[in-house]
């Protein structure tokens, strides 16, 4: 084996200590030097859940410029998304490779601007598009790729959804702050089941944009979902819901769904597609809406065999994760390989996604469809 990777973490909330720490603290390739942030409460919660990993307290740091000064290969970031780009750019100064959580920043001018900062200092740019790494998802891919052989052909259009029924993280934290967060479900969630139908379709460029906004339930703590805390009094200006479509360059389409709080009968996280031959569903139902450990994933391939209607399913060991550590362990070895994982996002994949994002919102606000100009 040769010399370990230095890696960290920057942002010791949530995502950082589920998804992120434990996947580098046991990786044989990474000496994990730790996880920098500035809240104490974080760094405590840190010890506490990463200890029995391995993790120390001599990992945690509170002081930025320390470290940044260890000498790190490569990092995740799991900090608010408004903090993206400036963390983003402040790793890409020290030639340090990054895996940036979704969504990649709150809007597509922030994108550019961390591409271009990875490619001056020729770092990797990679975004935690984590839906790609679903088992079932992997086992689509490999009837989807290579399109001439595909089962499915060419996808054409699809149904890309993320709905919850009472799921507003954390009222009043920056989840729910459009200042802090960009947006609510549509940023949050819908980008996850996006990336699938885009990713599935080649990634073509987005041109018409139709979407709206709704801010139902906004007020209704009821609409609170199971994590973190939700405070009555709390900021929440995002939307609370919003649906849409788009077109692409080449005649694709796609509708999408997104919700933190509507009142459907369970959460669902599915995306539908249409191809030239067949269909997919890639489906996540939950026993207890929210809670990952309660999920149910399936994916079928739809397709006419022999003159009858006949359907390919896979029935797989479950990834509670969502395929977001393999995901990380994906970003991993693709650093200490210098092999690039055919799964693992471009950085141009983040700013096509950006741009539609971005354009939802627009036509939300103005009640117009809006044209996305390439
Ligand atoms: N891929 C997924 O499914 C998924 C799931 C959850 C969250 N996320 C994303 O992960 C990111 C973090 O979300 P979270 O749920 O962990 O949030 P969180 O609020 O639990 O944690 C964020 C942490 O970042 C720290 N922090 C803030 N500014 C910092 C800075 N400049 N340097 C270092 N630390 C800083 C905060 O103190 C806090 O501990 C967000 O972008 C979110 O969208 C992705």
Redesign the pocket.
């Known amino acids: 084996m040769g010399k370990k990777l230095k890696a960290g973490v ?7 200590t589920t ?1 992120h720490a434990p996947v580098y603290l046991a990786d044989e390739n990474i000496e994990f030097v730790g996880i ?4 104490e409460i ?1 760094r405590q919660r840190c010890l506490k859940t990463l200890g029995p990993l391995g993790l120390t307290a001599s990992q945690l740091f509170d002081d ?1 410029k320390v470290f940044m000064d260890q000498g790190l290969d490569m990092v995740s970031i ?4 408004v ?2 780009r400036s ?1 983003m750019v402040a790793c890409a100064e020290k030639k340090i490779h990054v895996l940036c ?3 990649p920043a709150i809007n597509a001018g922030e994108v550019a601007e961390m591409i271009s900062a990875a490619e001056s200092a020729n770092v990797k740019l990679v975004w ?1 598009f ?1 839906n790609r790494f679903r088992p079932e998802a992997r086992w689509m891919w490999s009837h989807i790729f290579p399109h001439y052989n595909s089962p499915i052909g060419d996808i054409v259009t699809a149904q890309a959804e993320w709905v919850r029924r009472n799921g507003i993280p954390g009222r009043g ?2 989840f729910t702050q459009k200042a802090m967060s960009g947006g609510g479900p549509i940023i ?1 969630l819908s980008i ?1 089941v996006m990336d699938l139908a885009l990713f599935a379709m080649g990634y073509p460029k987005p041109t018409y944009v139709m979407a709206t906004a709704s801010d139902l339930f906004i007020n209704d703590m009821d609409a609170c979902g199971p994590w973190g805390f939700s405070d009555p009094d709390g900021i929440m200006d995002v939307e609370t819901a919003s649906q849409g479509m788009v077109l692409f360059e080449g005649g694709k389409s796609m509708q999408y769904r997104a919700s933190w709080a509507e009142r459907i009968v369970k959460e669902r996280v599915a995306c539908v597609m249409q191809g030239t031959k067949g269909g997919v569903l890639l489906e996540r139902t939950f026993g207890q809406d929210g809670i990952d450990d309660t999920a149910i994933d399936k994916c079928i391939i739809v397709q006419q065999s022999f003159g009858q209607p006949s359907n390919n399913e896979f029935i797989g060991l479950r990834d509670p994760f ?1 395929g ?1 550590r393999t995901s990380v362990k994906a970003f991993i070895d693709s650093i200490v390989s210098g092999q690039r994982n055919p799964l693992l996002p471009e950085p141009e994949d983040g700013l096509t996604m950006m741009k539609m994002i971005d354009a939802m919102y627009e036509s939300a606000k103005t009640g117009k469809p809006v044209e996305i100009v390439w």
């Open positions: 920057i942002g010791g909330g949530g995502s950082s998804f920098l942030d500035p809240a974080s930025e799991c900090v608010p998304n903090q993206h963390v959580e979704k969504p935690q984590n934290s920056w949050d996850h969502m977001r």
